[in-house]
């Protein structure tokens, strides 16, 4: 193997770099040591890539192909022009950074942590935080407040509707939810600053929930308070959902506002949808953006051995912890195949990457060819896999994640079952990951003697005589299947009005007006957001919350572990970012 080969295949693609990394240079190699993230937060797969050596030519994507990945040109509203500029002016200066800071900082002092298992709303007592917060959001913005029809349900959960002048208009639905992961308490000491003090050290507002997913939401009610300080009145209707238990999976929160936003307006009743998701960040050479327009399917499997008991002094060939040990090497020795398919979300992604400079050039030719040669295909594919977490997202995984057996050192164990996490992917289904699950065990259920159940069905005979029985089942609650793939074409007009919207708010935070400033490229969530309840609504849902995560090397700071912060310049774009949304869904000829 040639030593390009050698240094391509060490960082491509790779971990993010730390902090400070910069760039090697010789005659004829450059080092690329920034990553793109491609997110979800949270909640979403982080994975980032480089390269140093094989370098191609960089071509803008106009001489690459501009059926490769095309991109739009900015968004920049037009009737709504002179407040746009009026906002742009005041988002920049330093009073509105403190405002936004005191905003921001607030929210985070108030703990609305969500746990697994909680009970019902109104039965545990941990749910009544909420109502503090709910207190501090009545403060903090009185005339969105004021202004729109503010529906509670579930108690905490909030549905906000700014009514537009024109009923005939599908409305804008933007989500971010209230709740925040919990903070252990054996790692309050290793926190810069406490989790809930929301500290501004000058830079960054530090606690939880300045980034997942606090800013979010305060970020959209910072945009609509400002906008109705300059007595902004929508064309479009502009809804607001709230969820208040994201970070555990959204059952009582947005699972219940799911109903009431479909009665509101029905199904396919939205013009488009934006919730948290990935953001921007440095790849080969280039800012791209991710906006997710899929999350994988989710499935939890359990495995359970039943076998006799009895007296350890005298034991059978195998115990149930035992056979069930077999099972779960199997089960790692035969990970999910794997291929990018055309026409995925991360095929797309993989195309998008042609029009960055410091892509290998190789690389460059086969994802090019990739559309049209099988060939070039595989090649692509082979060199992509070489990151592990690429990988992981375009196919369907496999965590062993929890295993329990046997009550007392002397007795044999009756019982034995592990818990399998699965990922599905975009191209797959639950169906066909039960089925996977199901013929990869019937051998040793065989080679053991025992009566094999899977998911409900009887897979042995029934009446012949066994040693002991093998379950599978769905562990605690039901797979979820891969979401919709939301539309992306050159006639999908919101995935087209989110890009010029996403560049035209990177471009005015920066004073820049160039087209190739950075680039879109559809993403892909490994985890799963509130969404997940509202495929109904529209078609067209998209993941995204234009953070920078990748700003100078690092991922996004802190989410969902300690010293968790936010670049408040980021938090006051995050602002802009919705604000130039608004505008621009409110004067365009969405439906």
Not at 144 to 154: C, M, P, Q, R, Y
Not at 266 to 286: H, P
Not at 449 to 476: M, Q, V
Not at 530 to 549: A, C, N, P, S, V
Request: proline share 6%; with cysteine; charged share 20%.
């Amino acid at each position: 193997m040639s030593t390009t080969n050698e240094k391509t295949n060490e960082f491509l693609p790779g971990i993010l770099p730390p902090r400070g990394t910069g760039r090697t240079l010789s005659s004829r190699r450059t080092v690329a040591l920034r990553g793109l993230v491609v997110l979800a937060t949270v909640f979403a797969s982080t994975f980032l890539w480089k390269v140093p050596y094989g370098i191609g030519p960089y071509h803008t994507h106009q001489e690459v192909n501009a059926d490769i990945c095309p991109q739009v040109s900015e968004l920049i509203p037009k009737s709504n022009g002179a407040l746009w500029k009026t906002l742009g002016d005041t988002y920049e200066t330093d009073a509105f950074k403190m405002r936004a800071v005191d905003w921001l900082a607030g929210a985070v002092r108030i703990p609305t942590e969500s746990y697994d298992q909680m009970g019902p709303v109104g039965t545990d007592p941990r749910w009544e935080k909420f109502g503090a917060f709910h207190d501090y959001l009545l403060k903090a913005f009185p005339l969105v407040h004021a202004s729109l029809e503010v529906t509670k349900v579930n108690t905490y959960g909030l549905i906000y509707v700014w009514k537009g002048t024109s009923s005939s208009l599908k409305p804008l639905l933007l989500a971010a939810h209230q709740d925040v992961v919990p903070v252990e308490e054996t790692t309050i000491d290793q926190w810069q600053y406490p989790p809930f003090s929301g500290h501004f050290d000058g830079e960054r507002v530090w606690g939880r929930g300045s980034q997942d997913d606090k800013s979010g939401l305060i970020g959209i009610m910072s945009a609509m308070e400002n906008m109705l300080e300059n007595k902004f009145q929508p064309t479009r209707t502009v809804v607001l959902a709230s969820g208040f238990d994201e970070e555990t999976s959204g059952l009582h929160g947005a699972q219940m506002l799911a109903p009431v936003l479909l009665e509101m307006f029905g199904e396919n009743g939205y013009a488009m949808l934006v919730d948290e998701g990935s953001g921007y960040g440095e790849q080969f050479g280039r800012v791209i953006a991710t906006p997710g327009i899929s999350e994988k399917g989710y499935l939890d499997v359990m495995i359970n051995v039943a076998s006799p008991g009895g007296h350890s002094s005298l034991p059978p060939h195998h115990t149930s912890i035992g056979i069930l040990a077999d099972m779960l090497v199997n089960i790692e020795r035969n990970p999910f195949e794997v291929h990018l398919e055309r026409g995925s979300p991360t095929y797309k992604i993989a195309q998008c990457l042609v029009h960055t400079p410091d892509l290998p050039a190789s690389l460059r030719r086969d994802i090019i060819r990739a559309e049209y040669n099988e060939l070039a295909l595989r090649r692509a594919e082979q060199e992509l896999f070489k990151n592990p977490m690429f990988k992981s997202l375009v196919g369907t995984t496999q965590a062993i994640d929890l295993i329990h057996g046997g009550v007392k050192v002397n007795a044999l164990p009756e019982q034995a079952w592990a818990v399998v996490n699965h990922r599905i992917s975009t191209q797959s289904s639950v169906t066909a990951t039960k089925g996977r699950d199901t013929e990869l065990l019937i051998s040793l259920a065989s080679q053991f003697n025992l009566s094999y159940t899977a998911f409900g069905a009887r897979i042995t005979d029934a009446d012949a005589p066994a040693f002991g029985t093998l379950t599978l089942s769905e562990a605690y609650t039901h797979g979820l299947e891969p979401a919709p793939v939301s539309p992306t074409g050159h006639d999908a007009v919101p995935y087209q009005l989110l890009s010029g919207t996403i560049r035209a708010a990177y471009n005015s935070h920066r004073g820049l007006s160039d087209d190739d400033s950075l680039i879109i490229s559809p993403g892909i969530m490994s985890g799963n957001t509130d969404t997940r309840y509202y495929w109904k609504l529209t078609e067209h849902i998209f993941r995204y919350g234009h953070t920078d995560g990748a700003s100078g090397g690092t991922i996004i700071s802190g989410v969902h572990t300690v010293n968790e912060a936010i670049k408040i310049s980021n938090f006051v774009e995050m602002i802009r970012f919705f604000t130039t949304l608004i505008l621009n869904v409110d004067e365009s000829e969405l439906p």
